[in-house]
């Protein structure tokens, strides 16, 4: 029996380890549990600096402020609440909307029954922001740091591998007793803007709480103009050097949901004109002088609109005033997915608002902003074209779709009359 058996066999059919396939099979155990060091030690306390900050807890404020024996604030100002909101008015059912959530966590079929997030206030002690622009695109991601070496947890500010080098750096810290932060990334961008920062601005206005505020360094016109139109001199607050780290003992932070009902609506009022005409002007937003998603049928699908009563506006020629005065005279917005049709926010409520969306990409942001300001939304699928990023391939959208669309939105309006 003995004879029949092969070299390193078993006798049952099984081959038997070799010394060297057990080492390789422990040096693969220990390799494995080393990687996995890192990432539990900084679980378990151990300060993210140690490890070169590679491995960066997170907590939320809550936590933190749990964590420090409560030596702060923390105030609930809206409770997380689910939101009932309309289907698209030319949508007949939910399983119609794309499920597909990507990049926003959420998808088209999440926003008719959508969860508005907790609104909070927070003062918390001893926290260091630092940031870092990404190259080329040039966005701004802040990150604030708690003196346990965590990361605070909060919407669109969050812990990424470019903030390793500003937090491993000997950049001399800005020192400040008190601050409150509004600042998330990108914004920069005319969207984030009005619907992240702008809110938060208001909310703050409301409590008389701006005392403390601190301002991006580098703003564009959009950014000032708004500010000013909040009764608010830009020049007159401190403003964030992103290339040192701030430090500050109380800093107020605040936790917001992008588009939440409560927070947004309060910007239309606070830049309502008293005396603006009524809103009965029908605007096309053309992207055909922006870098992607233009129109490429734009011409063709114009005729259209011209006889349906459109004006045909080019966003980037105006003012920001310009802009909130315009929308405060619109009744119907019609426009390729771009951050025009952010400007929504300054229509009176009950506008009707038209999106030629990519559903192959979609993104849900301003069917749920539309909801948020009370307005009617209609979703009208186009074709995407072009071997680029998704975010700028040009659209198709066809005269067929254009002319079903406009019918039914005649239909709408003829009835509401």
Not at 231 to 245: I, Q
Not at 313 to 325: I, P, R, S, Y
């Amino acid at each position: 029996m003995a004879a029949n058996l092969k070299y390193g066999g078993t006798g049952t059919g099984e081959t038997a380890e070799t010394p060297l396939r057990r080492l390789r099979r422990l040096g693969g155990r220990v390799r494995r549990r080393l990687k996995r060091l890192p990432a539990e030690a900084a679980a378990r306390g151990v300060p993210a600096s140690w490890l070169g900050y590679r491995w960066m807890g997170e907590e939320t404020v809550g936590d933190y402020l749990a964590r420090t024996g409560n030596a702060g604030a923390y105030e609930t100002i809206h409770a997380r609440t689910v939101t009932v909101n309309p289907l698209p008015r030319n949508v007949a059912s939910r399983n119609e909307l794309p499920a597909e959530r990507g990049w926003w966590h959420y998808s088209f079929r999440d926003v008719p029954t959508r969860t508005s997030g907790e609104t909070f206030v927070a003062t918390v002690p001893d926290c260091r922001i630092v940031s870092f622009v990404e190259p080329k695109k040039g966005n701004f991601y802040p990150c604030i740091v708690t003196r346990h070496d965590r990361a605070l947890a909060l919407r669109e500010i969050a812990f990424r591998p470019g903030h390793r080098e500003p937090l491993r750096g000997n950049a001399p810290p800005v020192r400040r007793q008190k601050a409150t932060w509004i600042l998330e990334r990108v914004y920069h961008n005319h969207s984030h803007w009005l619907t992240a920062h702008l809110p938060k601005l208001c909310l703050l206005r409301d409590r008389g709480a701006l005392e403390d505020l601190i301002l991006p360094q580098e703003r564009n016109p959009v950014i000032d103009a708004s500010l000013r139109r909040l009764g608010l001199d830009p020049e007159c607050f401190p403003t964030y050097d992103p290339t040192r780290p701030l430090e500050v003992e109380e800093l107020t932070v605040l936790g917001t949901d992008r588009f939440r009902p409560e927070l947004l609506r309060p910007v239309r009022s606070a830049f309502a004109a008293p005396d603006a005409k009524p809103a009965r002007r029908r605007i096309f937003i053309s992207r055909a002088r922006s870098q992607g998603r233009r129109l490429v049928d734009e011409e063709e699908v114009w005729p259209l609109l011209r006889d349906a009563g459109f004006e045909r506006t080019f966003m980037e020629e105006l003012t920001f005033g310009q802009q909130v005065a315009l929308m405060q005279e619109t009744s119907v917005l019609l426009a390729p997915h771009g951050a025009g049709l952010t400007n929504m926010i300054f229509c009176p409520r009950g506008a009707h608002v038209v999106e030629f969306a990519d559903l192959g990409f979609p993104n849900p942001n301003f069917y749920a902003l539309s909801c948020a300001m009370g307005h009617h939304y209609w979703l009208v699928p186009a074709e995407a074209l072009g071997d680029v990023h998704p975010l700028e391939k040009d659209l198709r959208i066809g005269t067929d779709a254009v002319r079903d669309v406009l019918d039914r939105l005649e239909a709408r309006l003829a009835g509401a009359a």
